[in-house]
């Protein structure tokens, strides 16, 4: 028997042929059609969704968000005994808005939940998610083994961003229905007093608790992009944390400072308080869309820039 019939059939020895037929490598080319690219991504969004919903710094923060609303309710019943009156606010005591009005319709405890909490609380706690999406993963040195998987480096900085903006409605959903509950609870509801001096019905004001919730969510989407590049420049989970958190309260210090004026109107938290305009008959929506449109520059550009930082960034960890 001659040497080549002992050795078989070609492919059948123990060494790989060197140059061996397109498509038989290891490794498949990429399809973006492929309906399993389709599958990977979903199951990659679906998995960091789950993952940042059910840790227990989640659950942690998403229950000090819960109790505002229950301090405040608790505040106000105790203050006016349960009666009309003022408890807060430009009338009386100082406090957030739509408190005075507050002992005379509880569901008015949610405009004003959203209004205490989204200054600091909540921008923190999307801070803290946002800042240790990346860095987190990279200082656990999990970073280098979710990119293992055929995802690419761009759909898992969008799975992590998209994490971080259903954390943000979560989070915005969880106080607005703390609140409504206490609300309920503690005071009396009915028909709704507008900004504008008209009357809804209580079925119209659950609308419109829901509507600002929303646009309270969406407030959030530019400094969750910029908290998700503050991330990718790190491979510390609580520096980046950190940073994002001093960013926030730097950016609204300037915000506050008359001299700086100018600057304002680029900042983004400039405009969150314009939720307000959804309780007036009708909706102004000037300054809402000026607060949406400043919230996708934000997440257009630091979105860009974290894309392009992340992509380029050498993984050792």
Not at 11 to 35: E, F, I, L, S, Y
Not at 100 to 122: I, K, R, Y
């Amino acid at each position: 028997m001659s040497q080549a019939e002992a050795a078989g059939p070609a492919g059948t020895t123990g060494q790989r042929p060197r140059n061996p037929p397109a498509g038989t490598t290891g490794q498949r080319p990429r399809d973006p059609g492929n309906p399993r690219n389709s599958l990977w991504t979903l199951g990659i969004l679906r998995s960091e969704i789950t993952t940042t919903l059910r840790r227990h710094r989640t659950y942690a923060l998403l229950a000090v968000l819960a109790a505002v609303p229950v301090l405040i309710g608790i505040a106000v019943r105790i203050e006016t005994g349960g009666g009309a009156g003022s408890g807060g606010g430009p009338d009386g005591g100082g406090g957030p808005a739509f408190l005075t009005q507050v002992t005379n319709n509880g569901l008015f405890l949610v405009f004003a939940a959203l209004a205490a909490t989204l200054p600091v609380f909540l921008p923190m706690a999307v801070g803290v998610i946002a800042g240790d999406a990346i860095a987190g993963e990279a200082s656990g040195g999990t970073l280098r083994y979710l990119l293992v998987a055929p995802a690419g480096r761009t759909r898992l900085l969008l799975a992590k961003y998209a994490s971080v903006l259903t954390f943000c409605l979560v989070a915005t959903f969880v106080v607005a229905a703390s609140a409504l509950a206490v609300g309920a609870l503690l005071f009396p509801v009915g028909e709704v007093t507008t900004i504008s001096g008209t009357r809804i019905s209580f079925g119209e004001g659950l609308v419109r608790a829901a509507l600002t919730a929303a646009v309270v969510a969406a407030s959030l989407v530019g400094f969750a992009a910029l908290g998700l590049f503050v991330s990718t420049l790190t491979d510390s989970g609580i520096g980046a944390m950190a940073a994002t958190v001093g960013l926030l309260i730097t950016v609204q210090i300037l915000d506050s400072i008359p001299q700086l004026s100018g600057i304002h109107p680029y900042l983004f938290p400039h405009h969150w308080m314009s939720f307000a305009d959804v309780l007036r008959e009708p909706v102004h929506w000037e300054e809402l869309s000026k607060n949406f449109q400043l919230q996708g520059l934000y997440a257009a550009v630091f979105g860009s820039a974290a894309w392009a930082r992340f992509t380029a960034k050498d993984i050792t960890a």
